[in-house]
């Protein structure tokens, strides 16, 4: 795991800034927390790359920018490609040379032999900018999910990437203007989706996209796609569960290649424990178990993970913390460092979780992207029902059900019975396209236009605010509405939101995260199942349930799903209310001069008063004021 950064002239002769290599030296520094065991520099010809290194394989001879054995390629890579060992044999199979064991190297040579298709052999995670000598073109690629992130910018002829945004600001001739589109879907969705950012010339490499500047022109490209769930399929349960063990212990052995320690995030939920059941397995000894724990007893889970830990005799490591732990770290070590401001409160956990995991070892694997796949989150029944409930007669929901839902107790805690119904009846009244997004949204386009204080109001259409989502629900053309929803959430919430917190977390305390779920082969196989075996009824993980009962604990098989929460809600009306009277004061709002004091003023009040629960808008709004004043106003002359 690493810190890419780099620049190179767009046009043919172009030449670079005379300080390029100052600037890109700065650029690396700034991530220095991404690969504090070494740096690396190269410049030629109008092109400069840069790389921190974090060393997990071929610890003596993986340093970078990596040159191929001939001397007319060079990458600086970020990320980890599991089955290069597969692909080293067959490359020398057909008379590579190779002068190290590592997969960087890899990467070079499967460029040598088969170009820009490449990426289509690679399973992993990963980032990198590959610069051609002979052809002058700069080819960079990112990872099918995107784990690992690709900013870049194009301004005065010179193409300028990094692994992060906030190191585009060591350049000072690069422009950075926010744009206003940017934060009313950032207000939609808690964050911005790909290929956004909150500023106007910064784009990312979408996840499964290449990138080639070659010429004086860029060109990008997409190289895959998740397959869609097939429902005429005439696979068993037998054949499948048998296939689907085979593929996650293919997945999880191939994780557990390093040459440093390694462990593993255990949240005592279905999918850590399922990883950390087959590592077991694979491992001589025992493995290394990571949790943390709140003494607020609703947002515990240190129970769950012991009993798991208890089974499979790992060796573990339990931290306890009061919740408010949480709450001194957001501020200032959190929310300030992300590229784009996220209104998932679960950032603090994590960032503690890894905190905790990077004193003892160096990669963790962890459970991120079963819930997506599998129908984990109770939105998918959500959706489901919904359609049945918009199929009842308008006097059952209008004249009964939905006042008995508006009166359902308030709370502060994990559960909220009366927002948890809002949030359903808001999403049922939406079309099906719209109907998971809505069960996720902050601020919906009428609550914008009250607070924004220069609203566009055709961009609020929804067809425009929430364009990512209509164009990954229409994306398969002949799907179900139920496979359709199955596609928005791997496509939005998993990678923009639970894969961007993961490596932002991660990173800043020099720990590599990996994620078997998502290995190539197993989401391939996961995807294509169909839906029944992921939501049977209203019975979620279906088929990954069954598959490896026999492997889980009792207690673990049939517990309910948790998420990694703090109770932001109760703290919003106490530990955390000078912050955010702060945050919110009309003089901060008017600094930032997006929104509306008095609106702001009402929904601060509402919430302290125990009106309405309105945790999620005002998270949001507090967020995106520590981002802007991080990334914007303390910039600003």
């Given at each position: 795991m690493c810190g890419i950064a780099g620049m190179t002239a767009v046009f043919p002769g172009g030449q670079l800034p005379a300080d390029s290599s100052v600037y890109v030296?700065?650029?690396?520094?700034?991530?220095?927390?991404?690969?504090?065991?070494?740096?690396?520099?190269?410049?030629?010809?109008?092109?400069?790359?840069?790389?921190?290194?974090?060393?997990?394989?071929?610890?003596?001879?993986?340093?970078?920018?990596?040159?191929?054995?001939?001397?007319?390629?060079?990458?600086?890579?970020?990320?980890?490609?599991?089955?290069?060992?597969?692909?080293?044999?067959?490359?020398?199979?057909?008379?590579?040379?190779?002068?190290?064991?590592?997969?960087?190297?890899?990467?070079?040579?499967?460029?040598?032999?088969?170009?820009?298709?490449?990426?289509?052999?690679?399973?992993?995670?990963?980032?990198?900018?590959?610069?051609?000598?002979?052809?002058?073109?700069?080819?960079?690629?990112?990872?099918?999910?995107?784990?690992?992130?690709?900013?870049?910018?194009?301004?005065?002829?010179?193409?300028?990437?990094?692994?992060?945004?906030?190191?585009?600001?060591?350049?000072?001739?690069?422009?950075?203007?926010?744009?206003?589109?940017?934060?009313?879907?950032?207000?939609?969705?808690?964050?911005?989706?790909?290929?956004?950012?909150?500023?106007?010339e910064v784009k990312q490499i979408a996840p499964a996209h290449a990138l080639v500047l070659e010429n004086?022109?860029?060109?990008?490209?997409?190289?895959?796609?998740l397959p869609p769930a097939d429902d005429r399929s005439t696979i068993s349960e037998k054949e499948a569960s048998g296939e689907l063990r085979r593929l996650m212990t293919q997945a999880v052995r191939r994780r557990m290649i390093s040459d440093v320690p390694l462990g593993l995030f255990l949240s005592g939920g279905i999918d850590s424990s399922i990883v950390c059941g087959l590592m077991a397995g694979i491992s001589d000894k025992p493995v290394e178990t990571f949790s943390i724990g709140f003494k607020e007893a609703s947002f515990d889970e240190t129970s769950y993970a012991r009993c798991v830990a208890q089974a499979f005799a790992t060796h573990h490591h339990e931290r306890i913390l009061y919740a408010s732990e949480c709450a001194d770290i957001l501020p200032d070590i959190i929310v300030s460092r992300m590229d784009v401001p996220m209104a998932d409160a679960s950032v603090a956990p994590t960032w503690l979780l890894s905190k905790v995991t990077r004193e003892k070892v160096t990669v963790a694997l962890g459970g991120d992207g079963?819930?997506?796949?599998?129908?984990?989150?109770?939105?998918?029944?959500?959706?489901?029902?919904?359609?049945?409930?918009?199929?009842?007669?308008?006097?059952?929901?209008?004249?009964?059900?939905?006042?008995?839902?508006?009166?359902?107790?308030?709370?502060?805690?994990?559960?909220?019975?009366?927002?948890?119904?809002?949030?359903?009846?808001?999403?049922?009244?939406?079309?099906?396209?719209?109907?998971?997004?809505?069960?996720?949204?902050?601020?919906?386009?009428?609550?914008?236009?009250?607070?924004?204080?220069h609203p566009d109001k055709s961009f609020l259409e929804k067809e425009r605010l929430f364009a990512p989502t209509l164009s990954d629900f229409t994306h398969w053309q002949n799907a179900t509405p139920l496979q359709r929803a199955f596609n928005v959430y791997a496509h939005e919430f998993l990678l923009d939101d639970i894969l961007v917190k993961v490596d932002r977390c991660s990173m800043l305390n020099s720990l590599e995260v990996r994620a078997p779920f998502l290995d190539r082969d197993v989401a391939e196989f996961v995807a294509r199942l169909p839906v029944r075996f992921k939501l049977h009824g209203l019975k979620r993980k279906y088929l990954l349930k069954k598959t490896f009962a026999d492997l889980l604990p009792e207690k673990i098989l049939h517990r309910n799903k948790r998420g990694f929460q703090i109770p932001v809600s109760e703290w919003l009306s106490g530990r955390l209310r000078p912050l955010m009277e702060d945050l919110l004061s009309g003089e901060s709002l008017r600094r930032s001069g997006f929104f509306r004091p008095e609106v702001v003023r009402r929904l601060m009040d509402d919430h302290i008063s125990g009106k309405k629960d309105l945790r999620v808008p005002l998270w949001t709004l507090m967020v995106f004021q520590l981002w802007w004043q991080s990334n914007v106003e303390r910039h600003t002359d």
């Open positions: 030296r700065s650029m690396t520094d700034t991530m220095r927390y991404r690969g504090p065991d070494g740096d690396g520099l190269w410049s030629s010809d109008g092109v400069c790359l840069g790389h921190r290194r974090l060393s997990i394989i071929d610890l003596a001879g993986g340093g970078q920018p990596m040159h191929d054995a001939r001397g007319t390629l060079t990458i600086t890579f970020n990320g980890e490609i599991y089955n290069f060992r597969e692909i080293r044999s067959q490359l020398e199979a057909e008379g590579a040379h190779f002068l190290s064991h590592s997969d960087t190297e890899v990467i070079l040579e499967a460029y040598r032999h088969w170009g820009t298709s490449c990426v289509d052999r690679f399973n992993g995670m990963f980032a990198f900018a590959l610069w051609d000598g002979e052809k002058k073109r700069l080819f960079c690629a990112r990872d099918r999910f995107g784990k690992k992130p690709f900013f870049y910018t194009v301004q005065n002829g010179i193409f300028v990437f990094a692994s992060e945004l906030s190191c585009l600001r060591r350049i000072p001739w690069l422009r950075l203007t926010p744009d206003p589109h940017a934060v009313m879907r950032y207000l939609a969705y808690q964050y911005v989706p790909c290929p956004d950012t909150m500023f106007i004086g022109s860029i060109h990008s490209f997409s190289y895959w796609e079963s819930d997506e796949l599998w129908a984990g989150y109770e939105h998918y029944i959500g959706f489901a029902l919904a359609q049945k409930y918009r199929s009842l007669p308008q006097f059952l929901r209008k004249g009964i059900l939905e006042p008995l839902c508006r009166r359902l107790p308030a709370s502060h805690g994990y559960i909220n019975l009366n927002l948890a119904a809002h949030n359903f009846l808001c999403a049922a009244a939406q079309p099906a396209w719209l109907r998971i997004q809505a069960m996720l949204t902050a601020f919906t386009p009428e609550m914008q236009e009250e607070l924004l204080c």
